[in-house]
């Protein structure tokens, strides 16, 4: 099977030029990674203390913020990033805690050999569901202690069923499988993979970090004095079709809504603009107008901030097959919590919302009635404050656990 893997990816490595001719995205995917083999030679400065972190993209990559950080702080080390996806190495101007960032090379038997050889990590970690065969052999072969972390598993993946299992069987090439739940250390555990640690998810100790920064956005201060704010994050066109209908109809005049859609761009912006039926203005005006209901956030790096100020939230991507987005950066804020429908690919939304802590809803008038009960019940909030307060104090700590059992 190792043999198949490796003469499909060597077909697919001669054939992207082609492709590449009528697809500009896989033209650009080429183009980045002609250049890597010799970025490395003219900018990577050696060292015996590289650790190599590798994302699928940027969500990925904020999972590994915290472990990033203490490791920086504690070890003198040299911190590489990886990323597969474009729109992770996009918007590598967001991080600042490494000191390389590269695009991984195809997961050839020659590219990962020299890859390894070049940047010699002392130790690699590869984060929630990373799994190149190619790279994990060359890393046994040359004894660089290597890590799954931020591991969830289930018994329907991929990685387990029979036409699968080459790659299910590469589990065993970590030296620890840090996963965030009970249930993923089990079905590792029957699979025979016992290598495993229930660590927890560090997605917890990633939104504290955020406590300790400066939250501000003096530009919107004076737009929300005296207001009830609604900071709905993330969100699509399915969520955005209750958030609107809701603005549109209710007569709460001191309720104010920050939308910060997920997508910014032009199209998706002017579309936002030609559902909303009442005043609103967008964040990237010279002069926000006091007096509207809604204010659209038209630029990206603002939503952490923005739930620092939320009386209440409502987090995207759960009323579609987006995916929901991380209810924690809004959660640690401590304010009620709302979500759509799908959620249950993510641990931390069914740990919340089977508390009570996070309100799910699945149609309009669930919604209305969730966000009415939420504005006009003081009770209510402190009580879903207080769940999720609770939740954060009894998970946090993961990224502890794993330094812990890092051969650093």
């Known amino acids: 099977m190792n043999i198949l893997y490796s003469l499909f990816l060597n077909f697919v490595q001669l054939i992207l030029p082609v492709v590449g001719l009528f697809n500009p995205r896989i033209k650009r995917f080429i183009i980045y990674r002609k250049k890597i083999f010799n970025e490395i030679d003219y900018t990577f400065q050696s060292s015996k203390n590289n650790i190599w972190f590798h994302a699928a993209s940027l969500g990925e990559y904020e999972l590994a913020v915290p472990l990033i950080l203490e490791l920086k702080k504690k070890k003198n080390c040299k911190i590489i990033l990886t990323f597969f996806s474009e729109s992770g190495f996009k918007l590598k101007n967001r991080i600042k805690e ?20 070049k940047i010699n990590p002392l130790i690699s970690i590869f984060i929630k569901s990373e799994i190149w065969p190619n790279y994990l052999t060359q890393l046994k072969k040359k004894q660089v202690p290597t890590y799954l972390i ?20 590469h589990l065993k090439s970590f030296e ?42 003096s530009k919107i201060e004076e737009i929300i004095k005296n207001k009830i704010v609604f900071v709905c994050g993330s969100t699509w066109a399915e969520d955005e079709a209750h958030i609107f ?20 761009s032009k199209s998706n912006i002017q579309r936002i603009e030609k559902n909303i039926n009442i005043s609103f203005d ?10 509207i209901k809604i204010l659209i ?3 990206i790096g603002e939503l952490k901030k923005l739930y ?4 209440l939230s409502y987090v995207g991507g759960g009323m579609g097959t987006k995916g929901l987005h ?8 401590m304010n009620p919590v709302i979500i759509g429908k799908n959620y249950t690919e993510f641990v931390e939304a069914v740990d919340l919302v089977n508390l009570n802590g996070v309100n799910s809803i699945s149609s309009y008038v669930e919604f209305k009635k969730t966000i009415e009960s939420l504005i006009e019940s003081n009770d209510l909030r402190k009580e879903k404050k207080q769940i999720i307060e609770n939740y954060i104090n009894t998970n946090k700590g993961a990224t502890n656990k794993i330094l812990k059992n890092l051969k650093i």
């Open 245 to 264: 209908k809701f603005l549109n109809e209710t007569n709460k005049d001191d309720l104010i809504c920050l939308l910060a859609p997920h997508d910014v």
């Open 308 to 311: 620092s100020y939320a009386d």
């Open 326 to 333: 991380n209810i924690l950066e809004a959660c640690i804020f």
């Open 297 to 299: 956030i038209d630029t």
């Open 282 to 291: 967008k964040y990237s005006s010279n002069k926000i107008h006091s007096e």
């Open 150 to 169: 931020n591991g969830r598993f289930t018994d329907n993946d991929w990685y387990f069923s029979r036409i699968n299992y080459f790659f299910g069987k």
């Open 176 to 217: 620890k499988i840090f996963v965030q739940d009970y249930n993923s250390e089990k079905i590792l555990e029957k699979n025979g993979i016992n290598n495993v640690i229930n660590s927890g998810s560090t997605k917890v100790d990633r939104s504290i970090i955020q406590l300790s920064l400066d939250n501000r956005i």
């Open 98 to 117: 490494v000191d390389q960032y590269l695009y991984l090379p195809i997961d050839t038997k020659s590219n990962a050999k020299k890859f390894i050889e």
